[in-house]
Structure formats: C-alpha cells, structure tokens
C-alpha cells in the first residue's frame, strides 16, 4: 500500500507538471510559429491525464477507455515534436510530407479507439491488478510493435536535425537544442520499455520520464526564451534586420545578439549568456540602467571607411514590470556626413569655399593659444582687393564674384593644410600661419601680391586684372595677449597700405619703447 501510494502520487505529480507546461506552452502561442510546440503540450497533458486514469481504474472496461484517452494523445507527441524541430530550425516542411507524417498514428488512435470490434492492433488486453498499481497488459501485434518501433525513430530523426543544426547557431540555440533532445530521450526510454521490456517497469517509469520531459521544456521555455521560437521568428525578422540588436536583461547582463550586431562587435560572438554587458570588451556605449541611450560608436570598415552608429534602448515590460532590455544599434553614418556638411556650410564661406569669419575667429583663437603656450612663430596676412568697386560697376557682380573665386583659389593653393586661410569680408581676405618668422611672412605676402597682379579677366571684350593690398603682423608675445590683437594689428597693417596707394604690403610691429606699433611698407 505504502509504494502504491507513492505511485499514485507520482502519477499525480507528472499530470500537475503536464498541465503546467500545457499552460506554458498556450502563453506561448502568440509566438509566431508556435502551434506545433502548443500541440506537443496538449499531447502531453492527454497522455498523462490517461495514465492518471488508467492507474486507478477499478474495471478493465474504465483501464480500457483510460488507455483511448492516453492514444488521444500519446501518439501524436513524436510527429508534432518533429514538426516543432523543423520549425525551430527553419526548414520548410510541405503538406504531403506532414499527412504522411501523422497517417500512423491517426490509424493507430482508430484501432485502439475500434478495440475490441477489431484486432489488428491489441490482439488481447488484460487487466492486472496484483501488482502496486492497477494497468492495462495489452498483446500487441506486429502492428503495435512497429507503431512503438515508429515512435521512437522520428523523436531521434528530431534530435538529429537539431544536432546538425548547432554546428553554425548561437549558443542559446545549442542550449535549447540540448534541452529538446533531453526531453525526447526520456519518452524514447518509457516506450521501449512498455513495448520491449517488462510492462510493470513500463508502466511506473513511464510518467516519471513524462514528469522529467515536461519540467525540462518549462525550464527551457521560462529560462532559457525558448519561446521566442524564436530562431523562426527570430531569424527571418530579427537576423534580416540591417540593424543590430542585442537582449539585456535588467541587470544589464547580455543575453542574446544577431548577426549584425555580431558583426559590428565581433565579441559578442564569444559571449555567453549572463556575462555583464559592461565587462565586454568594446562595448563601453553600454549603460546599467533603464530609459533609452543615446551613446554611439564608430566602426572601421575593411575599405577603411569609418562608419558611425547610434545605439537606443526600449525597456520591455509585462504586467507593469521591466524584464528586458533590446538595444538597436542603427547606422547613422549618412546622417553624421550630412551633419558635417551643414557644419563644414555654417564656417564655409559659399562662394569661395574658403573658411568665413566665423570659423576663422574659433580656430584662430585655438590655434593662437597653442602657439602663445609655447612661444612660438606665426604671422597673420589681412587682404584686400584694390578697387573692387570699380570691377562691379564696369563688368557686373557676376564678373566680381569670379573675381572673387579665381583669388581665393590662388590663395588656397599657396597656404599649406596647417594654415588658416578665410573670407574675412566682402573683398577682403585673412590669413594665420604658424610657425611663419615676420620675414617668411613678408615673402609669402611679395608672393602673393605678384601672383594677384598676374591673374587675368576678361569681359564684355575687355581684359583686365588686379591688385591687392596685403597687411602683415608677426607674433609677439609682449604685446599679442589674445588672437584679436593680432587681427587689430595687421588690419592697421593693410589700412597703412590701402592709404599709401594700394598694391603695397605693409608691417606693423611693436616699438621696443612706448607701446606703440610701427607701421613699415615692405
């Protein structure tokens, strides 16, 4: 009595667990491409459900119906796990191969629920009751032996097409596939042994593979997101993406990528699930907290391209609370080229294309104060074209604006990448060079006026060109304390030359007494 109550409990325990993963598995139905494994669940609940009914039959007539009750279900767990297999895996299965599929055991559910008008299938059942626990001994026929024979090769044609499959997916997907396998492998032992082995070892161990089966597939569903079903789902959608995607859970350990994510950040390839997204190597963006990111990261391509991405979190919730992060990681290179060119238009003067004041004064004021650190050499050259007016007027703005175009030209080419060469105003231009001695300045000012003078135009059938004045300042320390003072200098430089008749280069430099600045025509 004591072990037949054990027994019974047993039985008890292994229909509340079926009933229980029967649950899970209809929460679980609003996966997409989750029918199969919902119908694997009903299966399973309908085959303990009748073992629980069998065991405390009191007539064979009752053990019998409990055992049509049990063939409701119990045949059908093998082909719906197999078809759940083939759609965890993503392998399209058609519609004959599926009918040929559950045409066993269909027959096998019509001869047990036909028995005894026919004994094709039991030849005899008898009802036993001496032993712990009343059951069913049917005599089988060949039939019977080749529908257990049946049962037990499409769960392992199952596992194998899983085994395959892990050879190239992630290793949440390995986990998963081991759990399946598991769960395929007990149903396998208890059918064997009903069919080949002694039936009263049968029929005791056959719920508790059941209970082990069932507990195992909630472990997988509740723990490791196997109804995510994920690959599926999960492949066609979240793996097609041309974003990343990464899962956190709200501790902020990682627990699942795709494809491009591993892409951009190939350790997240040798991740495993659990590990702290900030003890990952290359993922400083990351934050351990809820809300959206906006951190980003740059990529170098093999082409040597720079790619730029921007990260943004969703915090995922289910009755109110928060049970995972997904980061997408979104390309935003074209929008950051497009935002540089709004920053390069905002300090670019558009008809020259050469720095406006704006941009000349911020990097000037810069590139002033690393050379006043370490006392070193520069020069600032202010530019005007002489008689500009008179160009306007006799040939037209447009004529002055190609005027304006063939100068800045001849000034870029003239100023090396480290200089800083702008459109100060209207027709008149500015130059700051580092490391440049007041002499180096005077040459390149001479240089300049010469090429100017050499630039010709013509319009309307007139040839004709220019002259510019050039004013000149070199560094000096005891009286350049900030960038302006320089730019106030060689513009009184350039006032000097403009007064003394144009096309002159003037310098204007500090008097060792008084304070005074000396203004000298080159």
């Excluded at 004994?119 to 008898?126: A, F, N």
Aim: glycine content about 6%; some cysteine.
């Amino acid at each position: 009595m004591y072990h037949s109550n054990i027994l019974l409990y047993l039985y008890i325990f292994s229909t509340a667990i079926a009933l229980l993963t029967l649950m899970v598995g209809l929460y679980a139905r609003s996966a997409p491409k989750s029918l199969c494994f919902t119908y694997v669940t009903v299966a399973i609940f309908i085959l303990s459900l009748g073992c629980l009914f069998e065991i405390t039959a009191t007539s064979k007539i009752s053990a019998l119906m409990a055992a049509r009750l049990q063939y409701c279900g119990g045949p059908f767990i093998a082909p719906l796990m197999l078809l759940f297999v083939c759609e965890y895996c993503d392998i399209k299965v058609n519609r004959s191969f599926v009918a040929l599929l559950f045409s066993v055991p269909v027959l096998c559910s019509l001869l047990v629920l036909t028995y005894p008008l026919q004994h094709i299938y039991y030849m005899d059942v008898e009802f036993l009751t001496n032993g712990p626990l009343p059951r069913l001994k049917p005599i089988g026929s060949s039939i019977y032996y080749m529908f257990m024979l049946f049962s037990s090769f499409i769960p392992i044609m199952a596992d194998a097409i899983l085994l395959y499959h892990c050879q190239w997916r992630d290793h949440i997907f390995r986990k998963n596939a081991a759990i399946i396998v598991l769960v395929t492998v007990f149903p396998i032992l208890g059918t064997l042994l009903l069919a080949f082995g002694r039936n009263d070892i049968g029929v005791i161990m056959y719920p508790i593979f059941l209970s082990l089966s069932s507990l195992l597939l909630c472990y997988s569903i509740l723990q490791l997101g196997l109804y995510r079903i994920a690959p599926l789902a999960r492949e066609q959608i979240i793996e097609t993406m041309s974003n990343g995607f990464i899962l956190a859970d709200m501790q902020g350990s990682f627990f699942d990528a795709n494809s491009e994510a591993k892409r951009l950040l190939p350790q997240l390839a040798l991740t495993s699930a659990g590990t702290r997204m900030d003890d990952i190597e290359g993922v400083t963006w990351f934050r351990d907290r809820t809300g959206a990111s906006r951190n980003g990261f740059s990529v170098a391509e093999p082409d040597g391209a720079i790619k730029y991405y921007r990260i943004s979190e969703t915090v995922i919730k289910q009755a109110d609370k928060s049970i995972c992060r997904c980061l997408l990681i979104y390309d935003e290179t074209e929008t950051k080229q497009l935002l540089d060119e709004v920053c390069l238009m905002a300090g670019q003067d558009a008809l020259t294309g050469l720095c406006n004041q704006g941009a000349f004064f911020r990097n000037g004021r810069r590139l002033f104060n690393q050379i006043a650190k370490n006392n070193g050499d520069a020069c600032v050259l202010m530019i005007d074209l002489d008689f500009f007016k008179d160009v306007n007027d006799a040939y037209g703005h447009l004529v002055g604006d190609e005027v304006l175009q063939a100068l800045a030209e001849m000034l870029s080419t003239r100023f090396r990448s480290t200089d800083l060469v702008a459109r100060y105003g209207g027709e008149e231009f500015s130059a700051f060079v580092p490391s440049l001695s007041e002499r180096g300045g005077l040459d390149l000012a001479k240089n300049l006026r010469e090429r100017a003078a050499k630039l010709a135009f013509s319009s309307q059938g007139s040839v004709f060109s220019i002259t510019v004045s050039i004013g000149v300042t070199a560094f000096d320390s005891g009286r350049h304390e900030v960038f302006e003072a320089m730019l106030k200098d060689a513009d009184a430089a350039l006032y000097a030359a403009k007064k003394a008749g144009k096309n002159a280069i003037y310098v204007a430099r500090a008097v060792p007494k008084g304070g005074r600045v000396l203004l000298e025509r080159a």
